[in-house]
């Protein structure tokens, strides 16, 4: 067992925002990250062109927020910074657009690795490629720095070309917002490699699959869909919160010693040494030989057949519309207490 924590830690003190406070950055993409990136740069006094395609949705949504918006080509060829924030599967032709708008000393910066590892993205040598990963989904990146606080997040250098590149990385972080929380340094292997693997064997795949077959195993055996939906989904949060804010013991110490026995010697009959580690195993090797890779832009190059037809069944299932149904319903009676909250306060 690691004798010390080894990695280090970095926050505000640790960045000099002069590093971006001159430069423009072009965030490329206005979606879960890029919403969040533009805004918190914009509201940390950075100067932002938002790129999107001109008949974009988001294009008046940015504009709103007082956004300056341009098409990617003009965005990256005015701005010091390019983030690449459009989906993983666009960005190789995205580049293409942008690629003559990047000068010696540019940044180009992602937010996950994917195209600069598996090589579908090879930027020219004079320019500084950098990642700054927040490791939470946009919409918290966004809410976090309203609130004066950060997620954590990664940075690595892919190409130093300047000397600077770790420096203008977490001057970007800290102007996310992410500084306030922590930022750790890495390798574009690494990030995408875990990524990649935690998204699919853990919280997105893996954790949805214990999901629904413990909804449907419970309704099989007649309970109603509504406790097989309470039990196996809408309490997850709960659990994960705890062990957020406390780790496994965190979680344990609160929950039941009932909830604590059955947990420690049952969660195996579900989740087993064997199968279980060599399916992990598996996904690992696919995402580390690249076969994951090939997979998925084959399958964006041939308009995502798997990926449709695997997302409408997962629209279908039952546990979407019993949980949509009682979570309308929750968030009346929430709303409800918020607002007799608020009524008696104001009676105060
Ligand atoms: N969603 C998340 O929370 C996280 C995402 N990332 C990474 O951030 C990057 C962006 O992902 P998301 O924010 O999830 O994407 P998204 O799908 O939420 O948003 C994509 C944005 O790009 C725009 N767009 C799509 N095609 C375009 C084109 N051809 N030209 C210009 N704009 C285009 C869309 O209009 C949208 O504004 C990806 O590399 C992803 O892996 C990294 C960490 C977490
Ligand atoms: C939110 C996040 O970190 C993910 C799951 O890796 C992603 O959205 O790609
Ligand atoms: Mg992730
Ligand atoms: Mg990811």
């Known amino acids: 067992m690691a004798d010390e924590f080894t990695t280090t830690v970095y926050r505000d003190e640790d960045a000099d925002s002069s590093y971006i406070e001159s430069e423009t950055v072009a965030v490329l993409g206005y979606g879960s990250q890029g919403h969040a990136h533009a805004l918190n740069l914009h509201e940390s006094g950075v100067d932002v062109i938002v790129g999107l395609r001109e008949n974009s949705s988001s294009w008046d949504e940015a504009e709103d927020a007082g956004l300056r918006v341009e098409t990617p080509d003009v965005a990256a060829a005015e701005a010091d910074v390019v983030k690449m924030l459009v989906p993983d599967t666009v960005q190789p032709a995205v580049y293409e657009a942008i690629e003559d708008g990047l000068d010696a000393g540019d940044t180009l910066q992602f937010a996950h690795g994917f195209n600069i590892h598996y090589g579908q993205i090879r930027p020219p040598e004079d320019v500084d490629v950098t990642m700054v990963a927040p490791k939470s989904p946009g ?7 309203e609130r004066g606080e950060g997620v954590p997040g990664l940075i690595a250098v ?3 070309a300047t000397g600077d590149a770790k420096e203008r990385s977490l001057a970007y972080a800290q102007a996310i917002g992410c500084t306030r929380a922590g930022v750790v340094e890495t390798t574009f292997q690494e990030e ?3 990524d990649l693997f935690g ?8 954790v949805t699959e214990l999901m629904k077959m413990g909804y449907e195993t419970l309704v099989d055996a007649g309970y109603s869909p509504e406790m097989a939906y309470f039990e ?3 309490e997850m949060k709960l659990i994960v919160d705890l062990i957020y804010e406390g780790g496994l013991m965190g979680m344990w110490n609160s929950v039941s010693d009932t909830a604590e026995y059955g947990g420690l010697t049952r969660g195996e009959y579900v989740v087993d040494e064997e199968y279980a580690r060599e399916g992990m195993e598996q996904v690992l090797d696919e995402v580390q030989d690249g076969e994951f890779a090939r997979e998925w832009i084959s399958e964006n190059q041939t308009n995502r057949p798997s990926y449709k037809q695997l997302r409408a069944a997962e629209e279908d299932h039952e546990i979407e519309d019993v949980g949509g149904r009682l979570r309308d319903l929750f968030a009346w009676e929430a709303q409800e207490d918020a607002d007799e909250k608020e009524q008696v306060q104001a009676d105060d």
Do not use: K
């Open 139 to 145: 919409h918290l990146v966004r809410r976090t720095y």
């Open 158 to 160: 892919y190409q130093d």
């Open 192 to 194: 995408v490699e875990t």
């Open 199 to 206: 998204e699919q064997a853990v919280l997105c795949g893996g």
């Open 232 to 234: 196996c989904m809408n």
